[in-house]
């Protein structure tokens, strides 16, 4: 099954002619430290379905960036095809082997469409097969079932028209808490992991994660909390010492900067560590979303000050908020997203200059 290899990945580093920072490694692999996402907000709205990712993804794999985020449920099934669709239009320039492809299982994605009734779709293609029970479906939205988690695969295979993916994702798991305990969270858990980890020794996979939105950056003792060492555990037993869980995705940028700063996750040692720190330190790699926040970052200028301790000498704010995104000590890449092709190749300009030194990092929380 066709997967990104050390080797493709290498070579497609080597002909962007960009800076030497901008790749590195993951899950064996060589990744750009940008990575383009697909995630749009407010999936209801009729708007979301009114454009389309896939001149601004070209855009992206042409110029340097071959890291492809995504998710089976963002814009019911959308997403995935509009970067399955840029994936094919390029096969004669670019390698399926060159691109790093990671999708997230956990959400019903219905289809586009959406569906009159939602509710009769979840009967027929969720429960009626018994891919899950009613008892396994939370708010009508999150399924973590082993039957479905395979099905959410398949579908986003045949979506992206790949055969395998490089990673894929948990995705935001600790939504179902607050309705179930920890104790059968975590039982919840150990079966995805399991059924991930038969994914990955069949080679549909190479890899899976866990990508969350507050679940890792929270306060210990909060309903959604999430802590790292118990996932890793799990893990181990499930997969022993050379287990597949090898990423996290959380949000990280310039106006929540918890994931690098706030020390929330206790290890083995009785210390606690922020959630980047943690990750790094039992094996994982990391990669951060919101990278701009929805471009909410840009309410009021920014920083001058800021601007000269990230350094590159760039255009514009967004610029600045990628180079502190891809920046960061312990990330492997950040995500962004855009839809317009000619601001991707601008954004990816970022790829053309060192990354921000880490004691002019970590002096940015002193301004």
Request: with cysteine.
């Amino acid at each position: 099954m066709k997967r990104a290899t050390a080797e493709a990945t290498t070579a497609y580093a080597a002909r962007q002619n960009r800076h030497a920072d901008a790749y590195g490694d993951l899950c064996g692999v060589r990744v750009s430290r940008l990575g383009v996402g697909s995630f749009t907000p407010e999936p209801y709205w009729e708007a979301a379905y009114d454009f389309s990712y896939q001149s601004a993804i070209e855009a992206a794999i042409l110029n340097g960036c071959n890291h492809l985020d995504t998710a089976v449920n963002y814009r019911f099934r959308q997403s995935e095809r509009e970067i399955g669709q840029a994936i094919a239009a390029l096969a004669g320039e670019v390698k399926r082997e060159e691109l790093f492809v990671a999708s997230k299982a956990g959400f019903l994605p219905l289809d586009y469409p959406f569906p009159k009734n939602p509710y009769e779709w979840i009967e027929k293609e969720v429960i009626a097969p018994g891919l899950a029970t009613a008892e396994e479906i939370i708010t009508d939205q999150h399924c973590m079932s082993p039957a479905y988690l395979e099905k959410s695969l398949s579908w986003s295979l045949e979506n992206l028209g790949l055969e395998a993916l490089d990673l894929l994702y948990l995705h935001n798991p600790e939504m179902q808490l607050g309705h179930i305990d920890y104790a059968v969270f975590l039982d919840r858990v150990r079966s995805a992991f399991e059924a991930f980890e038969k994914m990955a020794d069949r080679g549909a996979i190479g890899a899976y994660g866990v990508a969350s939105w507050n679940g890792f950056v929270w306060e210990e003792g909060h309903m959604e909390y999430m802590r790292l060492l118990d996932l890793v555990r799990i893990a181990r037993e499930v997969g022993g010492e050379n287990h597949h869980f090898r990423a996290i995705q959380l949000p990280h940028n310039l106006a929540k900067p918890h994931a690098y700063a706030y020390a929330n996750q206790p290890l083995e040692d009785g210390r606690y560590y922020a959630p980047i720190a943690a990750a790094n330190a039992l094996g994982l790699e990391v990669i951060t979303s919101s990278s701009l926040l929805r471009m909410n970052l840009f309410q009021r200028p920014f920083s001058t000050k800021a601007a000269a301790l990230l350094g590159g000498g760039f255009e514009n704010a967004v610029q600045y908020a990628l180079q502190y995104a891809a920046s960061t000590p312990g990330v492997s890449s950040a995500l962004f997203s855009t839809q317009d092709a000619a601001h991707m190749i601008d954004d990816l300009a970022v790829l053309d200059v060192p990354k921000t030194k880490t004691a002019h990092f970590q002096a940015l929380f002193s301004l």
